[in-house]
């Protein structure tokens, strides 16, 4: 055993005196202990003692941290140092633990040889069993407790709260909430994203981000693109589950890449057909709206013009651009760029190619041609300008034929040859050949030279057609001949050999005979023997070859012969024509000539002449035909017929019309059969105040395209032929059009599509009208701007382009978003221009749509042009509006003016104007009834009836009274209150006429009311009645009698009203007996009608009620008449009061009475109604009215 000296190195022990002492003894101090003493002498002594410490239980680590996996078991240990026994008690967060009432704890102890190990387990840790655990070891000298902090740990929570700061096309900015990190710092998060069509597990890919941070970047995005974004978070532990996944749709961009596939192939000469494919998707950057076609020429410096191309939606499928209007043969280079909603992108690369190779436009140069032999031709020429070639010229082609026929196809021969040299073989001899010469390349025939003439050499000529010999005397023998088909050069000479036959056959002797000569007489010949003869033409190369012989013998017979060939004679139309007819014979033949199988009969143009032949002077067409010439004696008889061919200018064909197109016309010809060969036909035609263009045609075509025309256009057309004698007569002139209108506007959708910055136009939705579109003018402004400016912005309206072409889509950019535009296009083709305008919103910038602006003005000129669409663009509609009101007033001016003149003049007097005497009024003040003269009259209130409506009034007639004149409001009582005379009712049968008292209007109303308001009857016609100018009165009693001089009311033919009735017979619909009557059995005699009266006196008030009266309608209450007052020019029902709302109380009160006339009974009523008749004057001023029947 090893022992430490303990001197100098024991903190807390010291000796003294050898005593050790120990200042607090621990239990760490518990040991064996050497106790050495040693004074130098002998070898020293030596003790061990065993020190033993008693102490209370101990733990070495008073506090820890432990922890724990969730879901998994955990051990918590307690080791307690000290003497035995010792007690273990456990606690968890201070109270204490028993593992009896809570199973998921067990506790296990172990006696260790120093102390107690105690063992806590958790079966299966939970997020609350984190908590602070106290092991208490207690025994008999104390007690120590140790603590130990449960960390139950887990993988954190789900990460919530997850948004987007922000976006643009590659990158998004994203933040979050921090979760619950399960008791063990979040180390990492990991954002992960993925396309929308791609799946989680092979798609996605992950962002780090520090635990310590709640906001990232997620970069390298592709733009215009969905993404699903989600976040997952991680500690020591694990992994957190994947948050709820966000979808960010990043920002578009302008294209990344350009289109592929890209090729270009030439149609024509010029047009060049583009093909390519779009850009690779993920390089889209957003949806691809078109693509911007440019092209220049190859070898230029120039910029490229750019032609705009629809997207096509189809997938897969290559898009195709036709570009036009390019040269012959020139080599252009294309790009392509695809554009979005952004921009666009990057252009292709450079693809260059020749537009097809196309006619040369210009003819070989330095032609010409040498004659070699009398079948040969040498042609040469130079190439035509390489500038005009418009392709690579293969060859040439070397066009001849015979100058006389060269108007007819079939006769002309072509040479191919890729020389400028050539030499023509196998020609005819001694002709006159016209010779052409054209380039030609790929794209077809170039412009040939004109045609130049050249004239093979003489050779010996053929042998004459024909021979003849005929006997003339004993001896002597005619020869005639026929020139050589085949002249083959001039003939110098003819040659005519004889030599006599039999059985000793002699020399053949020549004899010579002028060119000119085809007759020849051999005399001295022998009579009894035969000879043959035959001709040879002779040209300056030399003498061809013999005719066929013939053998004659001389004879002492001479019979009729015709030396003369028959022949078919072509004659020029007014030329003269000789035909032939030379006879022989003994005695002298007689000759006769037929024409077309008739006998000749001579005249001044037909004329036989002394050789027999025929004369024929300025021939026609009606002179062609059979000409027969005879010769007969007495030996024999000869013929021979001749064909007159007359050869005239053509007769003139017909033209019809076979078809149209936008730029062609079809045109059928038909020419008449004539003798003269057909060289061709010339068409004319010109627009419509045009200039006369021509076209020539060759005689075989019956069916001609006129094309490169312009479209929608008038034409007239009309067709001569010609031949070698000359042009005939013209064609009827046909009149037709080429198909074709001007453009039609499309509808604003299949036109317009707009976007923030832009709007897209589909110039092909326009309908051409048939016509190819030429440009489009395109301009804009925006809505309700209204600044003039001067260029590109003359009132408010910039122009984008002028010249836009039409093929494919045109785009305006530069545009603000969330704006009202208005858009002004003007196509134009070959008819035409159409302008239209249209007005759109610019999206907004996430691409929303705005609301449609409000627009008065626009509203109104809408309105105005859907009734009236005939109206120009530069009407104002406010002066418009104001122009149709002045019409309308002075028509409705009019139509009053119509209608009240003929009612003034003539018509019934119920309809007729009354102004004669409206205001002229005599004074009749006398003419107001007091009241006790009215009951005794018998009052009786009319029915509550409807009035008619007041002509030319918006108010009653009641208000108009009690608006008055200067008598007051309360001057005079309603006046169509009807009286009925006591005494008279077995007087008033409704055959005979009613008499009528009228009582005048307060001045200043000229309105009346004619007839009783009575029941209506359809027999009665007039109403009103009217006296004579310059009385001023204008009454109207209840049958509509005329007011006559002095007064007197002359009774009309029919009585009463056809609209209301005579008050008598009102017992048929209410009868006296009713309630609605004041007096069960009086009769009225009439209505009563006044005029305006001056001063007029108040009349007296009404009759009290009696005790019949129930019915309302007889005596209406004081507060409806008040409420009937209140309203001056009311609404026209006012015009419709009942006679009854006319007797109220405010109307019939007295202020100006008319004096103290006496009470009258009613015999003395009588005696005054009879003065009335005899035309005297009352006393007490009531001016005498005419009364019938009574």
Wanted: aromatic fraction near 8%.
């Amino acid at each position: 055993m090893d022992y430490r000296d303990l001197k100098g190195s024991a903190p807390g022990m010291r000796v003294e005196d050898g005593h050790l002492i120990v200042a607090s003894i621990q239990k760490n101090s518990e040991g064996y202990y050497l106790c050495e003493a040693n004074n130098g002498i002998g070898a020293g002594l030596s003790a061990v003692i065993f020190v033993s410490v008693q102490a209370p239980p101990q733990f070495e680590i008073k506090f820890r941290n432990q922890t724990a996996r969730r879901g998994e078991p955990a051990v918590l240990q307690c080791e307690a140092k000290g003497e035995k026994p010792i007690g273990i008690l456990w606690s968890r967060d201070g109270k204490r633990l028993d593992p009896k009432s809570d199973p998921g704890y067990t506790i296990r102890e172990e006696i260790l040889t120093n102390g107690v190990l105690s063992d806590l387990s958790v079966k299966r840790s939970e997020r609350t069993d984190t908590a602070l655990f106290t092991c208490v070891a207690t025994n008999a000298f104390g007690s120590d407790e140790t603590s130990i902090n449960l960390i139950v740990q887990e993988p954190p929570e789900v990460p919530f709260g997850l948004k987007v700061l922000d976006k643009s096309g590659r990158s998004v900015q994203i933040a979050w909430s921090e979760p619950y990190n399960g008791n063990s710092p979040i180390t990492r998060y990991y954002i992960e994203f993925k396309m929308s069509k791609s799946d989680w597990l092979t798609g996605k890919d992950r962002v780090l981000v520090p635990g310590n941070q709640v906001m990232a970047g997620v970069y390298n995005l592709r733009p215009a693109t969905t993404y699903h974004v989600r976040l997952v978070a991680e500690n020591e532990v694990g992994t957190s589950e994947a948050s709820q996944s966000v979808t960010i749709i990043t920002a578009e961009e302008a294209p990344s890449g350009p289109p592929t596939g890209i090729a270009v192939e030439p149609v024509d000469q010029h047009t060049l057909k583009l093909t390519w494919k779009p850009p690779l998707k993920e390089e889209w950057n957003g949806d691809i709206m078109g693509y911007y076609v440019g092209y220049k020429l190859a070898s230029s410096d120039k910029p490229y013009l750019f032609e705009t191309v629809e997207f096509s939606r189809e997938v897969g499928k290559e898009h195709h651009l036709m570009i036009s209007n390019l040269k012959t043969y020139t080599e252009y280079s294309v790009v392509v760029q695809a554009f979005n909603r952004i921009g666009p992108g990057p252009m292709s690369k450079e693809v260059t190619q020749h537009t097809a190779e196309g006619k040369p436009e210009q003819a070989p140069q330095d032609f010409s041609c040498t004659t070699l032999t009398s079948q040969s031709i040498r042609v040469s020429w130079n190439s035509p300008p390489l500038v005009s070639a418009n392709g690579v010229i293969k060859g040439y082609k070397v066009i001849f034929g015979p100058a006389s026929t060269w108007y007819d196809e079939k006769t002309k021969e072509t040479k191919v040859t890729s020389a400028t040299e050539t030499i023509l073989h196998g020609l005819k001899k001694y002709t006159n050949y016209n010779i052409t010469i054209l380039a030609y390349t790929s794209g077809g025939d170039g412009i040939p030279t004109v045609a130049i003439s050249c004239h093979t050499e003489q050779d010996v000529p053929g042998p004459p057609m024909a021979v003849k010999g005929v006997v003339m005397s004993v001896d002597s023998i005619l020869v005639s001949w026929q020139p050589p088909s085949e002249p083959n050069g001039i003939i110098t000479q003819y040659t005519v050999y004889f030599r006599t036959t039999g059985e000793k056959e002699s020399e053949p002797k020549p004899q010579r005979v002028p060119a000119f000569q085809t007759t020849y007489e051999m005399s001295g010949l022998q009579r009894k023997e035969r000879y043959e003869f035959w001709v040879t033409a002779s040209t300056g190369i030399g003498e061809g070859k013999p005719s066929k012989s013939v053998i004659v013998a001389p004879s002492s017979k001479v019979p009729a012969k015709i030396a003369s060939f028959a022949e078919k004679v072509v004659a020029t139309h007014k030329e003269d024509v000789k035909l032939p007819c030379q006879v022989v014979g003994v005695p002298a033949p007689e000759i006769q000539w037929k024409v077309k199988g008739s006998p000749l009969t001579q005249s001044d143009r037909l004329r036989l002449l002394p050789d027999g032949s025929l004369l024929i002077k300025e021939v026609t067409r009606k002179d062609a035909g059979i000409y027969q010439c005879k010769a007969e004696n007495s030996f024999g008889s000869d013929a021979i017929m001749h064909t007159l061919v007359v050869q005239a200018p053509p007769q003139p064909p017909s033209i019809a019309l076979a078809g149209t197109t936008g730029t062609a016309i079809t045109v059928r010809l038909k020419s008449p059969t004539d003798s003269a060969p057909l060289h061709g036909l010339t068409l004319h035609y010109k627009q419509d105040f045009g200039e006369w263009e021509t076209t020539q045609i060759a005689p075989t075509i019956n069916e001609y395209t006129l094309e490169g025309l312009s479209c929608g256009t008038r034409y007239q057309l009309y067709a001569t032929s010609y031949n070698g004698i000359g042009t005939g007569e013209a064609s009827d002139i046909l009149n037709t059009r080429t198909k074709g209108t001007k453009p039609s506007v499309p509808s604003a959708q299949k036109f317009i599509e707009v976007s923030p910055n832009s709007v897209t136009l589909h110039l092909s939705s326009w309908d051409d009208g048939g016509c190819t579109m030429l440009y489009f003018v395109v301009e804009y402004k925006q809505k309700h701007h209204t600044d003039y400016g001067t260029g590109n912005n003359v009132g408010g309206w910039t122009t984008v382009s002028n010249s836009v072409k039409p093929s494919g889509n045109y785009v305006v950019l530069d545009l603000t978003p969330a704006t009202w535009y208005e858009l002004r296009i003007t196509a134009h083709n070959n008819v035409g221009f159409t302008p239209a305008e249209f007005q759109f919103a610019t999206l907004t910038v996430t691409g929303n749509v705005i609301a449609p602006a409000r627009n008065n003005d626009n509203d109104k000129r809408a309105l105005l042009e859907l009734i009236f669409p005939w109206l120009p663009e530069w009407v104002d509609y406010n002066l418009l509006l104001v122009f149709l009101a002045i019409i309308i007033i002075i028509l409705v001016a009019i139509a009053i003016l119509c209608v009240a003149l003929p009612r003034r003049k003539s018509g019934p007097e119920s309809v007729r104007l009354r102004d004669e005497g409206l205001y002229a009024q005599p004074d009749l003040r006398g003419m107001t009834l007091k009241r006790e003269f009215r009951d005794e009259l018998g009052y009786i209130a009319p029915p509550n009836r409807k009035l008619p409506p007041v002509p030319g009034s918006n108010y009653n007639t009641c208000d108009r009274l009690k608006r008055g004149g200067p008598g007051g409001p309360d001057e005079e009582i309603c006046p169509y209150a009807t009286f009925h005379l006591l005494g008279f009712r077995e007087e008033m049968d409704p055959s005979k006429s009613a008499a009528a008292l009228t009582l005048p209007h307060p001045p200043g109303h000229g309105h009346h009311r004619g007839g009783s308001q009575s029941a209506p009857r359809g027999t009665n016609t007039t109403r009103y009645g009217k006296g004579p100018v310059g009385t001023g009165v204008v009454s109207s009693v209840a049958g509509g009698g005329i007011v006559g001089p002095g007064g007197m009311i002359a009774p009309p033919n029919n009585v009463f009203s056809p609209e209301y009735d005579d008050p008598a017979n009102i017992d048929e619909e209410y009868g006296y007996g009713s309630p609605r009557r004041g007096t069960a059995g009086r009769r009225s005699i009439g209505s009563m009608r006044t005029v305006p009266i001056p001063e007029s006196p108040s009349p007296p008030p009404p009759p009290p009620p009696r005790p019949s009266d129930s019915s309302p309608s007889s005596t209406p209450s004081h507060s409806q008449n008040n409420q009937s007052t209140n309203s001056a020019n009311d609404s026209k029902e006012s015009n419709e009061l009942s006679e009854a709302e006319c007797d109220r109380d405010p109307l019939i009160k007295t202020r100006n009475s008319i004096g103290n006339p006496p009470n009258l009974s009613t015999e003395e009523m009588r005696r005054l109604l009879e003065k009335n008749e005899a035309g005297n004057s009352i006393p007490n001023g009531l001016t005498p009215y005419d009364t019938v029947n009574v």
